[in-house]
């Protein structure tokens, strides 16, 4: 059984900052990416971010590029959020994803591509 727990998530002004973290634990496996999205109420999850280990790439979303940065460590399977400049907009549970099977290496961008998730952390952000 794999767990993945994020933290970090609460509330900020608009303008300020977070720092989300996730770390898998439970039986070990090798990574190919981990990600995160996020869900508002009312819509859909989407895609925020990711990192593939084996080519070092780090892709984002339109709506946060310049904001926000992923990064990690493959053999802890941990990856982090730094978010800046946050809107309201952002405001949302965010969720941690880590792909076993290599699928993120077409399907990066969306839940297709992870195996595992976590249970969120919300990210409140106020005007």
């Known amino acids: 059984q794999v767990q993945l727990v994020e933290s970090g998530g609460g509330l900020v002004h608009t303008g300020g900052s977070l720092r989300l973290s996730c770390a898998a634990s439970?039986?070990?496996?090798?990574?190919?990416?981990m990600g995160w999205f996020r869900q508002a109420p009312g819509k859909e999850r989407e895609f925020v971010a990711a990192i593939r280990w084996s080519v070092g790439n780090a892709y984002y979303a339109d709506s946060v590029k310049g904001r926000f940065t992923i990064s990690g460590d493959k053999a802890k399977n941990t990856v982090y959020l730094q978010m800046n400049s946050l809107k309201p907009e952002d405001t949302a549970v965010y969720y941690c994803a880590a792909d076993r099977m290599g699928n993120s290496a077409l399907y990066y961008y969306t839940a297709r591509g992870y195996d595992y998730w976590g249970q969120g952390t919300q990210v409140t952000v106020s005007s």
């Open positions: 439970g039986r070990t496996f090798n990574s190919y990416a």
